[in-house]
C-alpha cells in the first residue's frame, strides 16, 4: 500500500490564510500576556526583574519576549505605549457617556497609572525616550479626549473657566513627580489624595 503524503496547502488558500490569521492572533495574545506580565513585575519588584523571568511568570518561552522586546528599553517603551493605548480606550468610553464630571475620572486615572508605573517611566526618560514623539497618534489622541471631556465639564460649571487642556496635562505630568516625591507610589489611597488636591486646582474657585 502506498502511503501519500497530503498536498502542501497553497499560499492564497483560504486554510493558509486561517492558520496565518491563528498565529498572528496567538501572537498577539503571548505579546499581552507579556506586557501586562511586564507591567505588575516591574511595578512590584522594580526594573531589575529579568526578561527571562518575566516570560517564565507570563508563561511563554524566553524566545517569544525576546523576539517582541530586544532589549529592556524596548519592553519599557511597549509598555508605555500599551498603557497609553488603554488609558485612550477608557477615555473614548468616558466621552461615549454622558456625566458631565468625566473629565476627573480620567485624570485620577491617568495619575493612579502614572504612579503605578513611575519607575518605567523614569527609565524612559533616563534614556531620553518621549512618549509624545515615540507614539503621536495615540498621545493625540488621549490629549484629545482631555480636551473633550474638560470642556464638557466646563459648560457644566464644574471646572475653572480658565483652565486649559495642556496646563491639565502639565498638572497630570506634575502629579507624577509629587506622588513620587512623596514616595507614596507604592500606596493606591495616599497616591489618590495627592491626585485629588492637585485636581482641586481645576475647580471653580469658591466665591
Same mark, same amino acid.
Given at each position: 500500500m502506498s502511503h501519500q503524503l497530503p498536498e502542501?496547502?497553497? +499560499? !492564497?488558500s483560504p486554510a493558509a490564510h486561517g492558520t496565518a490569521r491563528a498565529l498572528r492572533a496567538d501572537a498577539r495574545r503571548n505579546r499581552e500576556r507579556v506586557l501586562r506580565t511586564a507591567q505588575q513585575l516591574f511595578a512590584q519588584e522594580g526594573l531589575g526583574v529579568s526578561l527571562d523571568e518575566i516570560a517564565r511568570r507570563?508563561?511563554?518561552g524566553p524566545g517569544t519576549v525576546h523576539?517582541?522586546?530586544p532589549s529592556k528599553e524596548a519592553l519599557y517603551l511597549a509598555v508605555s505605549i500599551d498603557q497609553l493605548e488603554?488609558?485612550? +480606550? !477608557?477615555a473614548a468610553a468616558l466621552a461615549a457617556g454622558g456625566d458631565p464630571a468625566a473629565v476627573f475620572t480620567l485624570l485620577s486615572r491617568m495619575m493612579a497609572d502614572g504612579a503605578e508605573n513611575s519607575t518605567v517611566k523614569s527609565a524612559?526618560?533616563?534614556?531620553?525616550f518621549d512618549l509624545r514623539t515615540a507614539a503621536p497618534e495615540v498621545a493625540t489622541d488621549l490629549t484629545g479626549y482631555v480636551t473633550e471631556l474638560l470642556d464638557r465639564a466646563r459648560t457644566a460649571g464644574l471646572v475653572r473657566d480658565d483652565v486649559t487642556a495642556d496646563e491639565v496635562m502639565a498638572l497630570v505630568a506634575g502629579a507624577f513627580a509629587a506622588i513620587r516625591h512623596a514616595d507614596a507610589h507604592a500606596d493606591p489611597a495616599r497616591a489618590a489624595r495627592i491626585g485629588g488636591i492637585i485636581l482641586d486646582g481645576i475647580r471653580p474657585r469658591s466665591r
Open positions: 502542501p496547502i497553497p +499560499a !492564497e507570563a508563561g511563554v523576539r517582541h522586546f488603554r488609558l485612550v +480606550a !477608557e524612559l526618560t533616563a534614556a531620553e
